[in-house]
């Protein structure tokens, strides 16, 4: 079955165009968990604040007036698809903004209460590294472990608290994987201990549900870029009483959490990738399309392939497949045209794990042959058959 795909899905042509200088060599995006192109909704919904309206949502006059509406807009529409009030959200830079004013945000306000934090070792470095600089400021952090599917244990979570902690964070679903935490579970545990929680959704917007009550989440964290909206916009989701200190200190914009005349023209396109990522139903899609690929994979390559992340509790647009023995590196630098991602780097001549699958305990052979397929709206089964067909010919054919 193909991706259901909105009439706002982006053009074909922004995947699958002539390799210039290539002959018959079509692009494949499969890489959306690194970034998305922008919906042509969004793209609309952004038009009007580059060509008319500039004024200062800030000022008290007519030209603020358009800007002022657009911006609480916006703000509303974000926060119906997290359910939670308006004045709740606080707009930033993006995904890692919204982590470090979390975690520094937490640590500022809290740190007479106390000094520890709790996280788990597949963070997202926009989590692992804020968390380093909390370190040299005096803060102790517990990194949780995972399974060998990327699942935290919550009763770990339930011995790692002390009358010392102030906030959880753990994110929803990794971006390498797409292992999904038991969150519900986790922020029930940290609720009854009085510990603030947070979550990095960055990649499970508009792919699974983000509801912050169902989820039971103190804050909670998304980037535009990976919701089909522009890159340099995201917001934090500040459960109402909840202090945070400022990282940005000057005027008192929303509501003195960060200060900075606010980017309606960014916020406007953020608005409206939110208010489409309410409507998951072309995930499902997508989800079908993901599981073509896997079984696909598995016809041609049998047991010399093989998953990495949880087999269910996983976004539906990834897939993290290692072809074992092999490079990933070097297959996607063989694959031209085919955009996606690898687990591995080269760092002086010697291929290191990601620091992802090296905590899920992925063995060398395993991890060094991974390689992150991330599904969009826009993909076709075109765009699959077309990738299962290449990574044939270049790994069964051409041995
Ligand atoms: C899980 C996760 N958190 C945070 C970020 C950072 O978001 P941004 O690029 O908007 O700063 C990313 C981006 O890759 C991510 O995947």
Redesign the pocket.
């Known amino acids: 079955m193909p991706a259901c795909r909105s009439k706002a899905a982006p053009s074909r042509r922004q995947h699958r165009e002539l390799i210039p200088g290539v002959l018959n060599m079509q692009r494949v995006y499969l890489d959306y968990?690194?970034s998305t192109p922008i919906d042509p909704a969004v793209a609309a919904a952004m038009r009007p604040f580059l060509a008319d309206h500039y004024g200062n949502p800030s000022s008290g006059h007519w030209a603020a007036a358009a800007a002022k509406v657009a911006l609480e807009t916006a703000r509303g529409q974000v926060a119906a698809l997290l359910r939670c009030r308006s004045d709740e959200i606080v707009f930033t830079s993006?995904?890692?903004?919204a982590?470090n004013l979390a975690l520094k945000g937490v640590f500022f306000a809290h740190r007479e209460r106390g000094d520890h934090i709790i996280t788990t070792r597949i963070e997202?470095p926009?989590i692992i590294e804020p968390c380093r600089f909390l370190e040299r400021l005096g803060a102790r952090v517990t990194y949780l472990p995972v399974d060998g599917t990327g699942r935290i244990d919550p009763d770990d979570l339930r011995r790692a608290i002390t009358p010392r902690t102030i906030l959880v964070s753990i994110?929803h679903a990794n971006?390498e994987v797409g292992t999904i935490q038991p969150i519900e579970d986790c922020a029930r545990i940290a609720r009854e201990r009085g510990v603030l929680f947070h979550t990095?959704a960055?990649?499970s917007v508009g792919k699974v549900a983000t509801e912050v009550n169902e989820l039971g989440v103190d804050l909670l964290?998304i980037?535009g870029?990976?919701a089909y909206a522009p890159k340099g916009v995201?917001a934090l989701f500040v459960r109402d009483g909840v202090s945070i200190g400022p990282l940005l200190h000057g005027g008192g914009h929303e509501h003195g959490r960060r200060a900075g005349t606010e980017s309606v023209l960014l916020a406007a396109g953020l608005g409206k990738a939110c208010e489409l990522a309410r409507d998951l139903s072309p995930m499902e899609g997508v989800r079908t399309l993901r599981d073509r690929f896997w079984e696909a994979l598995q016809k041609q390559f049998g047991n010399r392939v093989c998953l990495i992340g949880h087999p269910t509790h996983r976004l539906p647009n990834t897939l993290n497949v290692s072809f074992v023995g092999r490079t990933g590196a070097e297959i996607l630098g063989r694959l031209d045209g085919i955009a996606a991602s690898t687990g591995s780097a080269c760092h002086s001549g010697r291929i290191e794990l990601s620091p992802v699958l090296n905590a899920m305990g992925v063995t060398p052979e395993v991890g060094m042959g991974a390689i992150r397929f991330s599904l969009g709206r826009g993909t076709t089964r075109e765009d699959i058959d077309l990738v299962v067909e290449r990574l044939t010919n270049l790994l069964i054919t051409a041995g």
């Open positions: 968990n690194a993006g995904g890692s903004e982590n997202h926009a994110m971006n990095d960055a990649q964290s980037a870029h990976k995201g």
